[in-house]
């Protein structure tokens, strides 16, 4: 009787690991829009305080460019947009 009851437990937890591992994999990917091309993107300030490399654009909106300090020392491999429509777009 014990291994029939153990036996329908691993059963169960094999069934809720397959249920579960199915719907992870059949879920929708993230469509980015126009997010994509930034490694960072905030609303009201970006500071930097080391060897930080952004290697895509970096954007602020609705910010100004004054309220994106550190860099350098840290480098923007992209573009930086501050508070432009490329920006808001993104936030968007």
Do not use: C, R
């Not at 036996?7 to 937890?13: E, R, Y």
């Not at 500071?47 to 480098?75: H, K, Q, R, Y």
């Amino acid at each position: 009787m014990a291994n029939k009851i153990l036996f329908a437990i691993i059963a169960l937890i094999i069934a809720i690991v397959g249920v579960t591992l199915a719907s992870a994999a059949t879920q929708l990917p993230v469509t980015m829009g126009s997010t994509a091309d930034f490694g960072v993107l905030a609303a009201t300030t970006v500071t930097n305080e080391g060897p930080t490399v952004i290697a895509m654009d970096l954007g602020l909106s609705p910010g100004v460019s004054s309220s994106i300090t550190g860099f350098p020392p840290g480098l923007v491999n992209g573009t930086i947009h501050a508070g432009d429509s490329v920006s808001a777009q993104a936030q968007v």
